[in-house]
């Protein structure tokens, strides 16, 4: 599992070739959820929706219970700074796109 450019991936290793991994899966991270499982807390749900918009739940097995609470933490963060990443483009976009008009507008 790889976070970069706001997409969490789900990589394959080669067993030939250790240094190279084979992205299998892509997903945003503004459509991830992280849960525990109650019954077992050594499970992580990922819940993600994917390109056809529909919802997918991702368990992730750990042999220890500090593991998914600082994977859980580490995810929820990266959530939340990809939001306020994109917000903050879309709030540039638009200012660059006023000042093209020469409009000043004050958010």
Not at 49 to 58: P, Q, T
Request: aromatic fraction near 12%; charged fraction near 30%.
């Amino acid at each position: 599992m790889l976070i970069e450019h706001n997409y969490i991936l789900f990589c394959l290793v080669d067993s030939n070739k250790p240094d190279i991994a084979v992205v299998k899966y892509k997903y945003a991270l503004r459509h991830l959820e992280v849960q525990f499982d109650r019954a077992d807390p050594r499970i992580l749900t990922l819940c993600l929706k994917d390109n056809k918009k529909e919802f997918l739940d991702l368990f992730m097995y750990l042999d220890e219970i500090g593991k998914v609470t600082s994977i859980k933490r580490m995810l929820e963060e990266q959530r939340k700074s990809t939001r306020n990443t994109e917000f903050i483009l879309l709030v540039s976009y638009f200012d660059e796109l006023l000042n093209k008009w020469n409009l000043e507008f004050n958010i």
